[in-house]
């Protein structure tokens, strides 16, 4: 059976050198912290417009079911107003290329995150090892 080895003072001091915290590491740390804040915040933004997407979709599938003829409320603001259907359909399809477009933009900045967080993990784990956890 082998018997676990205990640090001498010497190996700790040097243990501690090693991988002591200089300044520029600790912006790459407060960097990553701002960064993933960052990235929670536009995941929850991102969820929000596309469960808005999804419910324009359902509405729009709805509205294909209406008479021609037919006033349909639309909700502007927090107002009602009965719009002819192919004008409620314009709207909504504007409505629709506007979350997808805020969709896109929100993806695309997220993986700008991840992108520099990643970079950000590989020079600080290179620096620490397992001394520091930046699983988020």
């Known amino acids: ?6 640090l001498t003072k010497a190996d700790e001091t040097s243990a501690n050198d090693e991988n002591e915290v200089r300044r520029e590491d600790q912006e790459k740390i407060n960097r990553f912290s ?7 915040v536009l995941d929850e933004q991102l969820k929000g417009k ?17 008479d021609e003829d037919e006033l349909v409320p639309y909700k502007i603001g927090d107002s009602f107003f009965q719009l002819p ?20 933009k929100l993806e695309d900045s997220i993986g700008e995150l991840r992108e520099e967080m990643q970079q950000l993990k590989v020079a600080l784990y290179a620096r620490f090892g397992r001394s520091i956890n930046l699983e988020t």
């Open 1 to 6: 059976m082998v018997q676990p080895r205990m």
């Open 34 to 40: 701002r960064l993933h804040q960052r990235q929670t």
């Open 50 to 66: 596309q469960k808005d997407k999804e419910d324009l979709e359902e509405v729009s599938m709805e509205l294909e079911l209406a």
């Open 85 to 104: 259907l192919s004008d409620a359909q314009g709207m909504l399809s504007a409505s629709t290329e506007k979350i997808d477009t805020d969709v896109t």
